[in-house]
């Protein structure tokens, strides 16, 4: 059976035979999909959610026949997904066993400064950080992965990264089965040398790593078997630098449903979508019985997301669980307006090493945000491929050279993608966790960028307190 599949991969294309060669190896879709645990919250009294993180070393075996020396949380490789609702306490206890210092960042998660994990949280070798914060934001689909300055890159590509789900109380009938009918799907490209180690420098390069090798969830070359007639994929871009546009080899038509963060107004049928390092999406996926199809990325003409290839082969059963049908309309999502004279900051990228013309200072403080402003960030780019991202916010995008995004990419984000030599406008409404010494990130998720110093500070302040605030800061020890 296994030629059998080998042969149906090659008739239905695998990139390779297609024009140009594939820069991602071929897959015979020989291994079943690893799927992260859910980690269960510690039982407790008080109400409050404590989960136990561990940031550990490890080997993983990734390739036939060889071990991998990897990272990860409470496990060799990546890490549990966690999962609560909005309006839960939730407490981290993040203990770190690695010989080095790293931080733990919640990408995508609304919450005060100093629980946000950037690179002024930094967690010793042996030591445990515990942030706490109320869950308070719209169900979406999260991350958490390390964000030490200069190193997240490294960090995050020897396998430190998890899903974070947000649940809330929309009644809506969506596939919620974790694992059955609602599947993460981290995608990661990764480089091995001939002892099965990762290879290749993050920060080497105009991007850092492009690898040739795509593993989801952690599995190279895997399947899953689909048990019921739709499934929610909750797909995040983990990569170091790759870009994905995705779609099924039969070209078939899907629904997005959420973007970075959270549920769309309704669901936007498309053929497929791109996503950027750090962003995510949900779609929902309709299978007839028996049938096999794979999920794969076409190449989009664009620098990071160079060649056709697959990542995952959907093996349907031939009894299929009926599901409920697509909700016509999903979140009441409110358009982010800003008003008129909203105050607009402009971001120039050019290079990879600098906004502005400014490396990253941990000492400096870029820009000071008075709480629950709506303001419209500007971020032209006058090079080759980059994204921006943006901690704490929400924003939705107004135009990228001057047209509507997608409607794919209409909700709400923190993360978007900006195409070599344009200019990206975001309305974006930040929170109200005030704090004038602990500053929020923004910066090009392109980790090989980040680490090189495309990023830079803002501080979430009382209004009113702006022209006051201290635009500089001790270093960290
Ligand atoms: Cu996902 Cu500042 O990062
Ligand atoms: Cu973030
Ligand atoms: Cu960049």
Known sequence: TLAALSSLAAACGTGSSAGSPSPVVALDFRNP?????????????????????????????ILPGKQTPTWGFNGAFLGPTLRADRGDKVEMAVRNRLPEVSTVHWHGMRLPARMDGGPHQPIEPGDTWTPHWTIDQPAATSWYHPHPHGATAQHVYRGLAGMFIIDDDLDLDLPSDYGVDDVPLILQDKRFAADGSFDGDPLKGTFGILGDHVLVNGSHNPHLNVTTERVRFRV????NARMYTLGFADKRRFHVIATDGGLLGAPVEVE?????????????????????????????????????????????????????????????????????????????????????????????????????????????????????????????????DGSAPPAYATGYKDTVYVPAKSVVRLAVQFGRFTDPVSPYMYHCHILRHEDSGMMGQFVIVEPGTESRANLTLPTHP
Not at 236 to 239: I, T, V
Not at 323 to 344: N, Q, R
Request: net charge negative; proline share 9%.
């Open 272 to 400: 497929a979508f791109a996503l950027t390092p750090g962003e995510r999406a949900e779609i929902i996926v309709t299978f007839t019985p028996g049938e096999q199809v794979v999920l794969r990325s076409t190449d989009n003409g664009v620098d990071i997301g160079e060649g056709d290839f697959d990542l995952l082969k959907l093996i349907a059963a031939a009894d299929l669980k009926p599901a409920p049908a697509l909700p016509a309309h999903l979140a009441p999502l409110a358009a982010i307006t800003a008003p008129a004279g909203a105050k607009v900051r402009r971001f120039k990228l050019s290079g990879h090493d600098a906004i502005n013309g400014k490396p990253m200072d941990m000492a400096r403080i870029d820009e000071v945000v008075p709480a629950g402003a709506l303001e419209i960030w500007e971020i032209e780019n006058n090079v080759y491929s980059h994204n921006f991202h943006i901690h704490e916010v929400a924003f939705q995008v107004l135009d990228m």
């Open 33 to 61: 999909l690893r799927v992260p645990p859910l980690l269960h919250p510690r039982p407790d009294k008080d109400g409050v959610r404590r989960f136990d993180l561990s940031m550990q070393a490890g080997r993983t075996p």
């Open 236 to 239: 995040l871009n983990g990569s």
